[in-house]
């Protein structure tokens, strides 16, 4: 079975930078858009970026300009580059991904145990 697991969060000053990653493991055949989602306490979750496999990105309007999200097919990993963090930024941040398993016909999605981001004022 697939799954998928975060690293790179922890606890960084206002201003300041994270990068987080996610791979992709198990039986996978093949893995189409990958995301990144955050969920703040007492708050849904929430869309942070977005990328296909051929590379088209999808970005929340709270953090254009400051986000990047890029992929590398061949390692299945996504990443998340975060600059100019602000309190805001603070939550749990969640990969996900649409993967078809090997023998299957049908993508389903897949989730991340999620890692903490935390941004001090």
């Known amino acids: 079975q697939a799954r998928l697991v975060e690293s790179g969060g922890g606890l960084v000053q206002a201003g300041g930078s994270l990068r987080l990653s996610c791979v992709a493991s198990g039986n996978i055949g093949s893995i189409n858009a990958m995301g990144w989602y955050r969920q703040a306490p007492g708050k849904q979750r929430d869309l942070v970026a977005t990328?296909?496999?051929?590379?088209?990105?999808n970005y929340a309007d709270s953090v254009k300009g400051r986000f990047t999200i890029s992929r590398d097919n061949a390692k299945n990993t996504v990443y998340l580059q975060m600059n100019s963090l602000k309190p805001e930024d603070t939550a749990v941040y969640y990969c996900?991904?649409?993967?078809?398993?090997?023998?299957?016909?049908?993508?389903?999605?897949?989730w991340g145990q999620g890692t903490q981001v935390t941004v001090s004022s």
């Open positions: 996900n991904a649409d993967i078809r398993e090997w023998g299957r016909l049908t993508y389903l999605t897949y």
């Open positions: 990328i296909t496999s051929d590379g088209s990105t």
